[in-house]
């Protein structure tokens, strides 16, 4: 992905943290027919010796996991996005030479797929996911919850995906490039914006401080 000098991220934690916020990614695969592309939940696992692996699953019915093999995938985590005025740089007073852009973090994965049939993988995958997901509330739900019976036949239901990351490309476009007080004024016009603009505000903060 095109990435200007200043919006390129590379700190692993800071990636995996972010990935690991957004929650989902849209998987795409080439294939002889044309591009699959599916929104899915993923977890991001890392193992100790630096390997990155994404775990996900997708509908039996869906074509994506029959050809996961078949070719390198993407995975895109789409982070906060948002538009940025050029009334927010007091540039435009002085010379007027401003104008519109888009702001957004964005991450990509890209690697191999594998499918999963494996039973006890599967059902790992969706108790981890699912915990993930219910740590938030005050009295979670638990795949435990429901019959054993219903999980099994929805479990039929579905085959896993792993996601083995060769390699990750992070982008955090918050035009960074310009003068240091058109900076902090994207900053204040973000922060007064909506949740995902609110949230750009914070990344640039943390970036322009370290």
Same mark, same amino acid.
């Given at each position: 992905?095109?990435?200007?000098?200043?919006?390129?991220?590379?700190?692993?934690?800071?990636?995996?943290?972010?990935?690991?916020? !957004?929650? &989902?990614?849209?998987?795409?695969?080439?294939?002889?027919?044309?591009?699959?592309?599916?929104?899915?939940?993923?977890?991001?696992? /890392? @193992?100790?010796?630096?390997?990155?692996?994404?775990?996900?699953?997708?509908?039996?019915?869906?074509?994506?996991?029959?050809?996961?093999?078949?070719? =390198?995938?993407?995975?895109?985590?789409?982070?906060?996005?948002?538009?940025?005025?050029?009334?927010?740089?007091?540039?435009?007073? $002085?010379?007027?030479?401003?104008?519109?852009?888009?702001?957004?973090?964005?991450?990509?994965?890209?690697?191999?797929?594998? &499918? !999963?049939?494996?039973?006890?993988? !599967?059902?790992?995958?969706?108790?981890?996911?699912?915990?993930?997901?219910? @740590? &938030? /509330?005050?009295? =979670?739900?638990?795949?435990?919850?429901?019959?054993?019976?219903?999980?099994?036949?929805?479990?039929?239901?579905?085959?896993?995906? /792993?996601?083995?990351?060769?390699?990750? /490309?992070?982008?955090?476009?918050?035009?960074? $490039?310009?003068?240091?007080?058109?900076?902090?004024?994207?900053?204040?016009?973000? &922060?007064?914006?909506?949740?995902?603009?609110?949230?750009?505000?914070? $990344?640039?903060?943390?970036?322009?401080?370290?």
């Amino acid at each position: 992905m095109y990435r200007p000098p200043k919006s390129i991220e590379t700190d692993r934690a800071t990636l995996f943290a972010m990935m690991r916020k !957004i929650g &989902a990614a849209t998987l795409v695969t080439p294939t002889p027919e044309g591009i699959l592309a599916t929104q899915v939940p993923m977890l991001v696992r /890392e @193992a100790e010796d630096g390997t990155v692996v994404l775990a996900a699953h997708v509908a039996r019915g869906n074509p994506h996991w029959r050809v996961a093999a078949a070719s =390198p995938s993407l995975a895109i985590f789409q982070g906060p996005q948002a538009y940025m005025s050029p009334r927010w740089y007091p540039t435009k007073e $002085e010379t007027g030479k401003v104008v519109p852009t888009w702001l957004y973090v964005s991450i990509h994965a890209h690697g191999r797929l594998a &499918a !999963i049939t494996d039973g006890a993988w !599967i059902n790992s995958q969706i108790d981890e996911l699912t915990n993930t997901h219910e @740590a &938030a /509330e005050t009295a =979670p739900w638990k795949v435990s919850d429901a019959p054993d019976s219903y999980i099994a036949s929805m479990s039929r239901g579905i085959v896993g995906l /792993e996601f083995s990351v060769d390699r990750l /490309e992070g982008t955090w476009k918050l035009n960074e $490039e310009e003068s240091l007080a058109d900076v902090h004024g994207t900053q204040r016009g973000l &922060a007064k914006g909506a949740p995902p603009a609110q949230e750009l505000a914070q $990344e640039l903060t943390r970036r322009i401080s370290e």
